[in-house]
C-alpha cells in the first residue's frame, strides 16, 4: 500500500462486527455456563478480537487507516433466542424496534473496544444480509407501513450516533440489486448527516464489465468514493488473466467530474478462501488504478514493468508482457458475457441452464440498468448466429494469445516466461467451459423461442451436450490434482458443466415428445 501511495485499508467481511463484539448490552462475555455461553464460539470472537487488533497496530506503525466494511442487518443466532418477536411468519422482521438499538449498540462497542478503526462502511440494501428490507420477505405491517427510504434513514441515523460520539466515519455502500432498492437509498442519503459518506460501487449492482456506470455518480452532494474491483469477481478472480486498465482509464476521469474523492480499490471477494490480487496477475489492476486515481497517466507497458520490478524481475520485459495482458479483457468480455449480458455464475460455468438465464435476466440483470438493451436475450436466428460467433471468437482468441506466449520473444527473461505461462496454465480450458455451456443454453432457448427452429437446431443442441460432456470428463482429474488450486477447481467444475448437460438432455426429451405428440 505505502508502495502504491494507497492510505486506507478496507476489510470486508459482511458479518464482521458480531465476530469481533457480543455486544455486551445483550450478551455477557464473564457469565458463566449454564447449558450453553452466552454466544456459541466465544473462543472464535476473543481470537477475532485479537487478530483485529494486531492488524489495526500494524496499520498504525505503517500509517494507513483501517476500515471494516459490513453489511447490516447481521446478527449472531443467539439474538433470536432472546429476542424471537423479531421472527414472523418464517421471516426476519427488519422493521421490529430491537433491531435499531441492536446495531447501535453493537456500534457502538466496535469503536470503544477498537479506537483505532477510522470508520465502518456498510450496506444496507442488499439481499445478502442476513435482514433487510430490500428482500421483502417480512410481510408484516410494521414492512409495510415504513416506506423504504424511512427504513434506510433510521438505520443511518442508528449508526451515525455512535461513529460521532467516537469521532469517526460513517460511509453507506450502495449494493442493491435493482433501481427499486437503489433509488430510495439514493433519497435517504440526501437526507443523512453532512459527514456521511457515499460509497458507490463503479457499476450499478455489482462490478460486472460490460455494465454502465453507476447512476449513482455525482446524485447527492457529499463525499463520495468509488469502489472497483480489481481482483475480478465477474472477470476470472486472477486465476484467470484480465488486465482491465483500459476499463478503469475510461471511467475514472467520469468518477472525478462526478465529484468522487476517494477510490477503493477491492482485491479479494469474500466468498473465496486464500486469494486476492496480491496472488497472481490481477495485481497489475490494483497497480493500474492505484497510479490512475492518484493522476498518473500510466500506459500497460509502466503498470507492468513497475509489477516487474515489485517482484525482482527486470524491467525489459514489459513491453511483451503488456502486450499479452492488454489482449485479455476483450476475451473475457466474450467469454464470460453474452452481448455484454452476465452469462457466467460469478466467473464459474453456469450451474445449470435455467439459473445461466435467470442470473442474466433476474440476478445479474443488466436490463434495469440499462432499459434500451431489453429484449436482446430473445434468442432468434439472428441473435443466435451473432451471440454464438462471440463464444467462437472468444476461444479462438484464447488459443492465439496462448501460442504467442509459448512463442516468447528474443531476449524474455526465461523465469518471467515460465511465470506468465504459469499463470495461463488453464486460462483457454475455461474460456472453452464458458463457450461450451453457454452454446448449450443458447440452443436450448432458441430451440423454445425460435419461430423458425428446424431439426438442424436440435442436432446442434445434441451436439454441443456432448461437446460439454466430453469436456466435464477431461477436466474432472483438476479436482482430484493437489497441485490445481481448488479456484481452479471451482473455475472449470466439471460438475457444473454435467448438469448443463443434464438439463440439456431434458430439453431434448420434451421437444422430442412434443413433436411426436404433434
Not at 460501487?201 to 480489481?230: I, S
Amino acid at each position: 500500500m505505502r508502495r502504491s501511495g494507497l492510505n486506507a485499508l478496507v476489510l470486508h467481511e459482511s458479518d464482521l462486527v458480531h465476530h469481533v463484539v457480543y455486544p455486551r448490552t445483550l450478551f455477557d462475555p464473564h457469565a458463566l455456563w449454564r447449558d450453553a455461553p452466552s454466544r456459541r464460539g466465544e473462543n472464535a470472537i476473543f481470537n477475532n478480537r485479537t487478530y483485529l487488533a494486531s492488524v489495526l497496530a500494524m496499520a498504525r506503525e505503517a500509517g494507513i487507516a483501517v476500515w471494516v466494511n459490513v453489511k447490516e442487518i447481521g446478527f449472531s443466532d443467539e439474538v433470536l433466542a432472546v429476542h424471537p418477536e423479531v421472527f414472523k411468519q418464517g421471516a426476519i422482521c427488519p422493521s421490529e424496534p430491537f433491531w435499531m438499538g441492536y446495531v447501535e449498540a453493537k456500534t457502538d462497542e466496535l469503536f470503544a473496544d477498537f479506537p483505532d478503526l477510522a470508520g465502518v462502511i456498510v450496506s444496507f440494501g442488499s439481499q445478502e444480509s442476513r435482514a433487510s428490507r430490500a428482500q421483502n420477505r417480512c410481510r408484516c405491517q410494521l414492512c409495510a407501513e415504513e416506506p423504504l427510504e424511512g427504513w434506510y434513514g433510521r438505520l443511518i441515523q442508528a449508526m451515525h450516533g455512535p461513529a460521532a460520539r467516537h469521532g469517526r466515519r460513517l460511509a453507506v455502500r450502495d449494493f442493491a440489486y435493482k433501481p427499486s432498492d437503489h433509488l430510495p437509498l439514493i433519497e435517504a442519503m440526501r437526507k443523512a448527516p453532512g459527514d456521511v459518506i457515499f460509497c458507490i460501487k463503479a457499476m450499478p449492482h455489482d462490478f460486472y464489465l460490460t455494465f454502465p456506470d453507476n447512476p449513482a455518480l455525482g446524485a447527492v452532494g457529499r463525499e463520495q468514493w468509488v469502489e472497483y474491483d480489481c481482483l475480478g469477481q465477474f472477470f476470472g478472480w486472477g486465476i484467470m488473466p484480465c488486465f482491465v486498465l483500459d476499463d478503469l482509464a475510461e471511467r475514472m476521469p467520469r468518477w472525478k467530474a462526478g465529484g468522487a474523492t476517494g477510490v477503493i480499490l477491492r482485491i479479494e471477494w469474500e466468498r473465496i478462501n486464500d486469494l486476492d490480487a496480491l496472488d497472481n496477475l490481477a495485481e497489475l489492476n490494483l497497480i493500474a488504478g492505484a497510479a490512475l486515481a492518484l493522476g498518473e497517466a500510466v500506459d500497460a507497458r509502466e503498470v507492468c514493468r513497475r509489477w516487474l520490478l515489485s517482484h525482482g524481475h527486470a524491467a525489459d520485459a514489459a513491453p511483451w508482457l503488456a502486450k499479452m495482458m492488454q489482449e485479455t479483457a476483450p476475451i473475457v468480455r466474450r467469454a464470460a458475457y453474452v452481448n455484454g449480458f452476465v452469462s457466467a455464475d460469478n466467473s464459474m460455468l453456469p450451474r445449470s441452464i435455467a439459473r445461466a438465464w435467470w442470473g442474466a435476466e433476474v440476478r445479474d440483470s443488466l436490463i434495469p440498468w440499462a432499459p434500451e438493451r431489453d429484449g436482446e436475450l430473445t434468442i432468434d436466428r439472428m441473435k443466435l448466429t451473432r451471440y454464438l460467433a462471440e463464444k467462437d471468437a472468444a476461444l479462438a482468441e484464447a488459443e492465439a494469445l496462448l501460442d504467442r506466449m509459448r512463442n516468447g520473444e528474443p531476449g524474455l527473461a526465461p523465469s518471467v516466461h515460465a511465470l506468465v505461462l504459469g499463470a495461463f496454465a488453464h486460462f483457454v480450458t475455461w474460456v472453452e467451459g464458458l463457450r461450451l455451456t453457454a452454446r448449450v443454453c443458447l440452443h436450448a432457448r432458441f430451440l423454445k423461442q425460435g419461430e423458425d427452429a428446424a431439426e438442424e437446431d436440435r442436432r446442434a443442441l445434441a451436439e454441443d451436450i456432448e461437446a460439454v460432456e466430453a469436456y466435464a470428463s477431461r477436466v474432472r482429474g483438476l479436482a482430484k490434482n493437489p497441485a490445481v488450486p481448488h479456484q481452479v477447481v471451482m473455475l472449470v467444475d466439471h460438475r457444473r458443466a454435467l448438469d448443463v448437460a443434464r438439463e440439456g438432455h431434458q430439453i431434448l426429451g420434451t421437444l422430442s415428445a412434443t413433436c411426436t405428440a404433434m
